[in-house]
């Protein structure tokens, strides 16, 4: 196997149907002010997060355990396309947002390089959004990654405008 | 536990407090971990302290599943934000602050 491409087991998706409108999903997902309240595992808190949300914008945020360890972690926005896809990076940082080896927090990890984060949201239409985060995807794939959704979307409104002009006739 | 145990040494009184288990129950689950050889057990006074074994850290506290725990349990929390949000919402008839 080449040295560079990422393992497959190194992937990580993570899907989840949330009970509400994609606008809402998008700005709590967006919004310091809504991410401070889910940023971090269970039992964990969010006491700061800044974001510069635009391409080349950065991120920092905290969460600190229950027994008071603080974890930051930063990163940067690499591609926004509005209420459907962000593409960004992530890594440990100290509390100025600057880069540390994740070892300093005890956590031992492989460093992929050129790996990103890909959040998809997608409208099911019937108030309901999914919200899809694949982890860990090189940047070529991240680029392409939630285009299969949108083409079906795409082909879905087609089928439907055939629908209707088949029925008008 | 092995995950709390990762953030550094704890007595079992104070496992016992973080998992809401009887004393009992810790100390049937510690003596588990030792045998398994993933914990260390050492007296403190008269505290029993519990610390992971330097080597047992590095296969579990690997990145995959910190990675992984850290969103899926952001997820849950997510869920919950969004619904008091829809809530707000309704109840300020949309409006937006």
């Given at each position: 196997?080449?040295?560079?491409?990422?393992?497959?087991?190194?992937r990580?998706?993570?899907?989840?149907?949330?009970?509400a409108?994609?606008?809402l999903?998008?700005?709590?997902w967006?919004?310091?002010?809504?991410?401070?309240q889910?940023?971090?595992?269970?039992?964990?808190?969010?006491p700061?997060?800044?974001?510069?949300?635009?391409?080349?914008?950065k991120?920092?945020?905290?969460?600190?355990?229950?027994?008071?360890?603080?974890?930051?972690?930063?990163?940067?926005?690499?591609?926004?396309?509005?209420?459907?896809?962000?593409?960004?990076?992530?890594?440990?940082?100290?509390?100025?947002?600057?880069k540390?080896?994740?070892?300093q927090?005890?956590i031992?990890?492989?460093a992929?390089?050129?790996?990103y984060?890909?959040?998809?949201?997608?409208?099911?239409?019937?108030?309901?959004?999914?919200?899809t985060?694949?982890?860990?995807e090189?940047?070529?794939?991240?680029?392409?990654?939630?285009?299969?959704?949108?083409?079906?979307?795409?082909?879905?409104k087609?089928?439907?405008?055939i629908?209707?002009?088949?029925?008008?006739? | 536990?092995?995950?709390?145990?990762?953030h550094?040494?704890?007595?079992?009184?104070?496992?016992?407090?973080?998992?809401?288990?009887?004393?009992?129950?810790?100390?049937?689950?510690?003596?588990?971990?030792?045998?398994?050889?993933?914990?260390?057990?050492?007296?403190?006074?008269?505290?029993?302290?519990?610390?992971?074994?330097?080597?047992?850290?590095?296969?579990?506290?690997?990145?995959?599943?910190?990675?992984?725990?850290?969103?899926?349990?952001?997820?849950?929390?997510?869920d919950?934000?969004?619904?008091?949000?829809?809530?707000?919402?309704?109840r300020d008839?949309?409006?937006?602050?």
């Amino acid at each position: 196997m080449e040295k560079n491409t990422v393992d497959e087991t190194e992937r990580m998706v993570i899907t989840r149907v949330f009970d509400a409108p994609r606008e809402l999903v998008w700005k709590a997902w967006t919004d310091p002010q809504y991410v401070m309240q889910w940023w971090g595992p269970k039992g964990f808190t969010s006491p700061f997060c800044e974001m510069d949300f635009r391409v080349g914008g950065k991120f920092r945020c905290c969460m600190r355990s229950p027994d008071g360890q603080e974890f930051w972690n930063a990163g940067e926005y690499h591609e926004i396309v509005l209420h459907e896809k962000i593409v960004s990076s992530m890594y440990f940082a100290d509390p100025q947002g600057n880069k540390v080896e994740p070892e300093q927090y005890g956590i031992e990890h492989e460093a992929i390089d050129g790996a990103y984060d890909v959040t998809i949201f997608e409208d099911l239409g019937n108030g309901q959004t999914k919200l899809t985060f694949i982890g860990n995807e090189p940047m070529e794939s991240a680029i392409n990654s939630g285009q299969i959704e949108g083409w079906n979307q795409i082909l879905d409104k087609v089928a439907e405008l055939i629908g209707g002009l088949a029925s008008a006739k | 536990m092995i995950e709390r145990l990762s953030h550094g040494p704890a007595s079992v009184h104070g496992l016992t407090e973080a998992f809401a288990l009887s004393q009992q129950m810790i100390s049937k689950h510690v003596a588990c971990l030792i045998r398994a050889r993933i914990v260390i057990k050492t007296k403190r006074g008269r505290e029993s302290v519990c610390t992971l074994r330097p080597e047992a850290i590095k296969s579990v506290s690997d990145w995959a599943a910190y990675y992984r725990r850290f969103w899926e349990e952001s997820f849950d929390k997510l869920d919950v934000v969004v619904n008091q949000m829809k809530k707000t919402e309704v109840r300020d008839g949309k409006k937006h602050g």
